[in-house]
């Protein structure tokens, strides 16, 4: 989120579009610790302020920080569960209103999975990386997903052509805004022999 935000506020920079927040719809795990009901997910989504109007990335990164403790202390004030929980329930036409609706609330959504710690092959063939692609709906010009994989977080980036006419500059500003907090973090670590393993991003 944090890059993300980096990442946008450079870009609006660049284009000379103002702007000191962008909101995020963020999807949320809702399953309790002690939850073994195997069958089906428990997914809600909260919303965080970007500060892409911040430049400095420790103060955008406590920001955020802020926002996602809170809504993870009370999932159920801070999360929009009613989104998912009820989509069963509801006729297509309602499903979709109702998506609509949520999603015009948001410039973006940024979402996570963890997947497998270990290498994968096909075919004999070992797996050197994997990206999500999360596609773009009407509403909301740029998604994020985020994927770990055999120590490494590779990064999809999709975004509407009518509101994003050039990708691969925003996902510049991406990979600029990882390396400007791998480095952040590399201060941190220092003297407890802390290193990280980049990722990449692909759009």
């Known amino acids: 989120l944090t890059a993300a935000a980096g990442a946008l506020g450079a870009y609006r920079r660049a284009h000379r579009i103002p702007a000191r927040e962008l909101s995020a719809m963020v999807p949320v795990n809702l399953r309790a610790a002690d939850d073994r009901d195997p069958l089906g997910n428990r997914v809600g989504a909260f919303q965080v302020m970007l500060p892409v109007g911040e430049r400095d990335p420790h103060r955008r990164l406590e920001r955020i920080r802020a926002q996602t403790h ?4 009370d999932r159920r004030a801070g999360a929009m569960p009613f989104l998912v929980e009820v989509a069963t329930l509801l006729p297509g036409f309602a499903h979709r209103w109702l998506a609509r609706a949520a999603l015009q609330r948001v410039n973006l ?3 996570n999975v963890p997947g497998p710690p270990e290498p994968r092959f096909m075919a004999g063939a070992a797996v050197e990386s994997i990206f999500p692609l999360v596609s773009v709906v009407e509403h909301l010009p740029v998604i994020l997903g985020a994927l770990s994989y055999a120590g490494r977080l590779e990064i999809g980036l999709d975004t509407d052509p ?5 990708p691969e ?3 510049a500003h991406l990979d ?3 390396s400007e907090l791998e ?3 590399g201060r ?3 003297g407890r022999g802390g290193s990280g393993r ?6």
Not at 70 to 73: D, G, M, S
């Open 176 to 178: 600029d805004a990882v």
């Open 162 to 166: 009518e509101a994003i006419p050039d």
């Open 70 to 73: 809170a809504a993870k202390r």
């Open 188 to 190: 941190a670590a220092s």
């Open 169 to 171: 500059r925003l996902a």
């Open 183 to 185: 480095a952040l973090a």
């Open 198 to 203: 980049p990722g990449s991003t692909q759009t």
């Open 109 to 111: 959504v940024c979402t």
